[in-house]
Nanobody, 124 residues
């Protein structure tokens, strides 16, 4: 079992920055690739960014490229740095874990463990 807890969500103005954190506990963290997903009201859950087990490979959805950065550390934390926030970034953000693989998976169904989510609202 892997337990995931997100933090860092809140209200941010357009153009502002926010850093989301995801703390993992349980099984060996390095056995998992990590992903950040988001879900806005009335929309499907979308993969925002993925990072592989050693942090050397990342993938981003086109809408956040150049604005968001995913990273992870050796203390079982995964981060999502959100810069130049836009209103369309408003959603509940979830971190998720999937067994490590060379392919960075972006489908929610591929992820085995999920956090409870944290709300991000971009508004003036």
């Amino acid at each position: 079992q892997v337990q995931l807890v997100e933090s860092g969500g809140g209200l941010v103005q357009p153009g502002g920055s926010l850093r989301l954190s995801c703390a993992a506990s349980g099984r060996t963290f390095n056995n998992y690739n990590m992903g950040w997903f988001r879900q806005a009201p009335g929309k499907e859950r979308e993969c925002v960014a993925v990072i592989n087990w050693n942090g050397r490979t990342t993938h981003y959805v086109d809408s956040v490229k150049g604005r968001f950065t995913i990273s992870r550390d050796n203390a079982k934390n995964t981060y999502l740095q959100m810069n130049s926030a836009k209103a369309e970034d408003t959603a509940v953000y979830y971190c998720a874990a999937t067994p490590s693989s060379t392919i960075l998976r972006t489908l929610a169904s591929a992820y085995e463990y999920w956090g409870q989510g944290t709300q991000v609202t971009v508004s003036s």
